[in-house]
């Protein structure tokens, strides 16, 4: 695994506005990066696709153990009148589409499992569509050999699933769905939809904030159609509380992505991994807050937590590192600190992501803290032998 200079592509930032990337710099800060890129050979990426699906197939039988456990379903803060609609959207095999794991890696020794993204990740459009645009251009313009590859058939691998979701799970319209005033969300969603289109899956967008309740308790649209199908970038654990919760079960939606993914897009996650795969090559020691353990140098993490808040690094009882937010209400895990790969001053973490079970991509993000959040900038990658 090594970080290469590379020379920009000189329109770039024009090619991202006429192809809808519009996040590509946030708050006056670079997110898009073309400056340096990641080599990884083969065997790493094979190592990384074999770890990833075997990761993911333990996640899934966490699944099996937290709903089949009232006392894991507590545990796990999913409220009490929404165990019914969890439990029934595993046991009908409810489908689901994509998902991301985030890996320490550094190329020489295993990766390590530090979350899974099941339910909401986003840095889909840059992976799967934008950083295999900028390997076909660096390779035409002469800066890349013409044997680089890159490891990503994450888009045909989503118009793949929305076919299948249209011919064997019989999706006939698909409602998509996002909060108003997420630009990134909203991009999001967008490449999605023109996933689905190029799958011939018929779709309608509308915000989350639009999504109205009709007479028989249905979920409708705002052209007052009954929703049957909707993806909604929007997670499980806020929807668990809305007033609107106690009509999922009887709402007849099915959803993108299903509720068995609120188990472990949950950090209650990464001790129960622990407990059943104790001393697994690519997990770390991981506790419920208040377990007896003997980590003196930890991450502190909320059940809920996303972008990186609240998340708190401990290192002989001193923080070293802090990220504020609004979470940690709902309780804590402690997960033994692994260091990301260093490269200059920055700090590296690969997402490795899945399409329904299959892994299919990777993206790369860097920070100058210890902590990768939101506005942490993303690198593309190669393959090369």
């Not at 108003?180 to 999605?192: A, I, K």
């Not at 020691?285 to 059940?303: C, D, I, Q, R």
């Amino acid at each position: 695994m090594i970080r290469q200079s590379i020379t920009e592509r000189p329109n770039w930032r024009e090619v991202a506005t006429e192809y809808g990337f519009n996040f590509h710099t946030m708050y006056g800060e670079p997110y898009w990066c073309e400056d340096a890129y990641y080599q990884f050979t083969l065997a790493q990426i094979e190592e990384l696709e074999n770890t990833t699906a075997e990761l993911h197939q333990m996640c899934l039988q966490v699944v099996e153990k937290v709903v089949n456990s009232e006392a894991l379903l507590t545990k796990f803060h999913i409220p009490k009148h929404c165990w019914d609609f969890v439990r029934t959207s595993w046991k009908t095999q409810q489908p689901s589409l994509y998902s991301r794991l985030d890996l320490a890696y550094d190329g020489k020794s295993p990766a390590r499992l530090l979350e899974n993204n099941a339910d909401t990740p986003t840095s889909l459009y840059e992976t799967a569509f934008f950083q295999w645009m900028w390997l076909e251009d660096q390779v035409n313009a002469g800066n890349l050999r013409h044997d680089a590859d890159q490891y990503n058939s994450l888009q045909d691998k989503l118009i793949e699933r929305f076919a299948e979701l249209k011919a064997q799970h019989g999706f006939n319209l698909l409602h998509f769905a996002c909060c108003q005033d997420t630009e990134e969300d909203r991009g999001t969603v967008q490449y999605l939809q023109d996933c689905a289109n190029e799958a011939g899956l018929a779709n309608e967008f509308m915000f989350i904030e639009e999504i109205g309740l009709g007479e028989k308790g249905q979920f409708t649209d705002t052209e007052d159609r009954v929703i049957s199908n909707l993806f909604k970038l929007y997670p499980w654990e806020f929807m668990f509380r809305e007033m609107f919760s106690t009509k999922l079960t009887d709402a007849g939606v099915r959803w993108l992505e299903p509720a068995w993914k609120s188990i472990i897009s949950n950090k209650a996650l990464l001790p129960l991994l622990w407990e059943m795969f104790p001393n697994h090559p690519n997990l770390l020691p991981a506790y419920f807050a208040g377990e007896s353990h003997n980590l003196n140098h930890y991450v502190s993490k909320p059940l809920f937590s996303r972008e990186g808040a609240n998340i708190q690094i401990i290192e002989n009882g001193q923080e070293v590192c802090k990220v504020d937010g609004p979470y940690g209400e709902e309780g804590m895990i402690i997960q033994q600190f692994h260091p990301l790969p260093r490269f200059n001053d920055s700090y590296t973490l690969i997402g490795s992501w899945l399409v329904d079970d299959e892994p299919c991509g990777i993206g790369l993000r860097e920070d100058h803290s210890l902590i990768t959040q939101d506005l942490s900038r993303y690198y593309p990658h190669i393959i090369l032998d």
